[in-house]
Structure formats: structure tokens, C-alpha cells
């Protein structure tokens, strides 16, 4: 009787590893982050890490905390006041930086900016588009392997290193 301990296990992969270890233990080849929409692979001009991006939305929204903060306590707001005006000051500064500088002050400080991907600048409508779905969540939630989140797609941009 076998028990089966002495076999060698087929050559593939077990059936775990394709869908615990995502689409590239699969055998898909996903390329490097911006390959398919003609960006380096690393330096200037490559695709923003997940990281760095996080980092700046926490330095903006703290920031954006710090101006609400401020503001309720000059005009005696209560919290769900403040909680509002934090998403709308937020919301302002990513509009209106993005627009007109192609960052915000989070993305300046951790390196990265956001680029239209025919290289003209972002404007004030793709900035707008790009920014309401950010306020949305769940959009910057669903990324692609380009890492573009749908608020990026929508907006026709990616984040990239300066």
C-alpha cells in the first residue's frame, strides 16, 4: 500500500498556486507596470508604486484634515461639519493642483506627479473627472496592471515618478 509520500509531484503548479499567487503564477504574462502604454520600466516618467501613492494621499488628506481643523475651530463648526469640509478642502486642492500643476502637495513631497498620456497637461476637466471619482473611492480601489485606478482611466492620466 502507497501512501504516496516517495511520488514526485507533477511538474506544473498545484492548484493553489493559480489563483492564491494571482495571474502571473498562472503563466499570464502581465509585462512591466506602463509597458503597454509606452512608459519606462524604471527612473523618470515610470509608473508610480502603489506605496508612494499611498503615502501622498495620506500627506493630502491629513493636510486636508489640518485646514478643516483649523477652520472649525475659527468658525465653531461641530465634527460632522469638519468631516464634510476635510472631503471638500481635500477635494479642492486635488482638483485644482492637479489641473494646473499636475500634483498635489503629497505627490510633490513623495516624488510623483499626474500626466495626461498624450503628455499635455492635465487641465481643469480631466482634473475634475479624475478627482470625483477619487472622492468616490471605490474607483481608486479597482486598479489595472498599468496601475490605473478607474478615476485614472476616466481622466485619460497615470501617476509617474518626477
Known amino acids: 500500500m502507497s501512501g504516496g509520500k516517495g511520488r514526485q509531484e507533477a511538474a506544473g503548479p ?5 489563483w492564491l499567487g494571482g495571474a502571473r503564477s498562472a503563466g499570464a504574462d502581465l509585462g512591466e507596470p506602463g509597458k503597454r502604454i509606452g512608459l519606462p520600466a524604471g527612473g523618470s516618467g515610470a509608473v508610480a508604486s502603489y506605496g508612494r501613492r499611498l503615502v501622498a494621499l495620506f500627506i493630502d ?4 484634515m489640518l485646514v478643516a481643523s483649523l477652520l ?21 486642492q486635488a482638483w485644482v493642483l492637479t489641473a494646473f500643476l499636475g500634483t498635489t502637495i503629497g505627490k510633490r513631497l513623495c516624488g510623483i506627479r499626474v500626466a495626461r498620456l498624450d503628455g499635455r497637461p492635465v487641465g481643469l476637466g480631466w482634473a475634475l473627472v479624475r ?4 472622492l468616490l473611492v471605490v474607483p481608486a480601489l479597482i486598479w489595472d496592471r498599468d496601475y490605473r485606478g478607474m478615476h485614472d482611466r476616466a481622466g485619460n492620466t497615470v501617476v509617474v515618478n518626477i
Open 14 to 18: 498545484r492548484w493553489t498556486q493559480t
Open 72 to 92: 472649525a475651530r475659527s468658525l465653531g463648526w461641530e465634527p460632522a461639519e469638519r468631516s464634510m469640509v476635510t472631503l471638500l478642502v481635500f477635494g479642492v
Open 131 to 134: 478627482t470625483l471619482l477619487l
Open 61 to 64: 488628506w491629513g493636510l486636508s
